[in-house]
DNA sequence: TTGAAAGCGCTAACAA
DNA sequence: TTGTTAGCGCTTTCAA
């Protein structure tokens, strides 16, 4: 049955044999631990150099009851999973995985269905899990923390003891939002996605909290939230406008680059006839024209620290509980 | 050092001394394989499930040489990843491997940097290898060919003996067309993508070979390909439109969309003005006004039959060289 | 500094 | 029908 396509699959032992000394003293030169001669590695490591000799993962894991593999947790739905946030964020991972030749599973949940998750970790089939977002109702977290399985996530959340990385939304959509008001507008309409997403209720938030220090008004008329579909957006953006608003506050890339769809098909123009900021900067919107204000994060530096944390936890090295990266506010033209 | 993050990790040691029986009659009741007593089978099935035993597939697989994993491939540049496409296809390959307790190890290739891949390959961490795209001068397929691993292309390619899943872009192309030209079109331009994909190429030979057929005059200035950027789409249509195209044929979702963003912005309306289709339908484009004829396939279908074959051949089960998955002509209103 | 041997959790001959 | 045993390829005591 197995699966021989190596065909000059070779083993630690025939490397031993060739040397004519044991495995384990070849297994010592490779991993560096134990005490070995220096002339008996050096023999060993140009040896294994020559011959291209790997070592196993599989078997090694067997035996150290590792198996080298970390689960990325992306959203199936295919309107989140587009989103390149997602894309840069897993591709952090892999990188930082690569250099510590782990490996990445990709575990797809569902907002209401975590088994492939499930059976990828009762199947003992990852060191540990990464968590490419945090829900409000988020079955992923509790079943990890029971499962007793590593992880981290990309994101906040209030379960207790979990270790969380994530860029400081609630400041950094408070500073935009300030400086918006401090430039002169008065009227806002927050355009928001899944009020179920942690991340779209502490931007809301953010939001509120620098239009309540300045003194601006906002009722819940003006706010938006749970627009999932292109209709959505279209529909909030007729009413705030009708409201009266002067700035559009978009909760994420995909929502304004809807929202700029949508203005562009009305013949509204930007800034003239009504400005528009994005607490959530990608390509879908960096080349827009006009120039879009917009928060500006590094997903892949998100991923890179998920990872590297979660190896810290799997080497025993203690690891903060939450850590926060920056961000960067980009006044352009949409506000001018 | 080892994870022990599951401390009921029960083995199959475990099951056969709680039963009193021995390990391989334990195996034997799960695998289904050898002969076993009916009762000590059944009693085994209903012990694992009450106590949640699952078998531990490294060791598992140890023992079989297999990893049960398959290398799904997607191209790192984020241009391309974003596309629903790769989403869309890698969720098929993933629902098709978990059928079969298969998982997916994300393999992430750059156009001239394999290495990624490699290192998955060359550490035996997959039993099989999915390639997400085909490019003309691909690296990866000599390298897959070289190392003996099984693997499947979703895609096409003129490297010999390489087992191909792709939908008939040709003959949808040129059947497009086709109707277009029936409908009275005589002044079309294409604008393409990368002539690198192999996709790429084939959609411009249906649609010229469609040209031919009916005899419609085409020049190379008409034909756009190496659309990488907003700016060359942008660059492309205002060349076609001074050449007087009737219909800008659009390679892609993402070509089609920015084609149709920058129709928007020169105020140029669709269909008066000038009509558009794409080879390639998806939601970038399916809730746009006006609706777009485009070609509509099923990428999910695509992945799932890759990954069946891939099992196919893993199996040894003798398998197709190459499967052409349907396709479908959606005509709207873009090319009223 | 090195080697022998046991063990990681499972499968698969081979015996009984 | 079931048990015993020998691996799968590696790490890690324990001896030498």
Chains 1, 2 share one sequence.
């Not at 782990?102 to 089939?125: A, C, E, Q, T």
């Not at 990309?154 to 994530?166: A, F, H, L, P, R």
């Not at 935009?176 to 996605?193: E, H």
């Amino acid at each position: 049955m197995g699966n021989e396509y190596i065909e000059d699959k070779v083993t630690i032992e025939d490397v031993a044999n060739a040397l004519g000394i044991s495995k384990s003293t070849v297994s010592r030169a490779i991993s560096g631990k134990g005490r070995i001669g220096k002339e008996t590695r050096e023999r060993v490591l140009s040896y294994i150099k020559e011959h291209n000799y790997k070592p196993n993962p599989i078997a090694k894991g067997l035996s150290e009851s590792k198996t080298y593999n970390i689960c990325w947790v992306a959203p199936g739905d295919s309107s989140m999973t587009a989103l390149p946030f997602f894309q840069r964020c897993m591709a952090g991972v892999v990188d930082a995985a690569s250099a510590e030749n782990y490996d990445i599973l990709m575990g797809v949940v569902y907002d209401d269905n975590i088994s492939h998750l499930k059976r990828i970790v009762s199947n003992h089939k990852v060191d540990g899990v990464i968590l490419g977002r945090t829900l409000i109702n988020d079955e992923s977290i509790p079943y990890l923390i029971e499962s007793k399985v590593p992880f981290v996530a990309i994101g906040s959340t209030d379960y207790k003891d979990v270790v969380q990385i994530d860029n400081d939304h609630f400041k950094a959509c408070n500073e935009l939002t300030s400086i918006l008001i401090m430039k002169g507008i008065k009227r806002f309409a927050l355009i928001g996605g899944d009020s179920n997403h942690v991340v779209n209720r502490t931007r809301r938030e953010g939001f509120l909290h620098a239009l309540k220090e300045q003194k601006i008004d906002i009722t819940d008329d003006d706010i938006f939230m749970n627009c999932l579909s292109d209709e959505d957006v279209e529909r909030a953006t007729d009413t705030a406008l009708r409201n009266g608003a002067e700035c559009l506050m978009c909760m994420d890339d995909g929502i304004c680059s809807a929202t700029i769809a949508k203005l562009k098909r009305d013949e509204i123009s930007i800034p003239e006839d009504i400005k528009i900021a994005s607490f959530y900067n990608s390509e879908l919107l960096s080349n827009n024209q006009p120039t879009i204000t917009a928060l500006q994060y590094d997903p892949k530096e998100l991923g890179i620290n998920a990872c590297k944390t979660l190896f810290d936890i799997l080497n025993g090295i203690e690891v903060e509980q939450k850590v926060m990266l920056s961000y960067e506010v980009q006044l352009k033209s949409s506000t001018q």
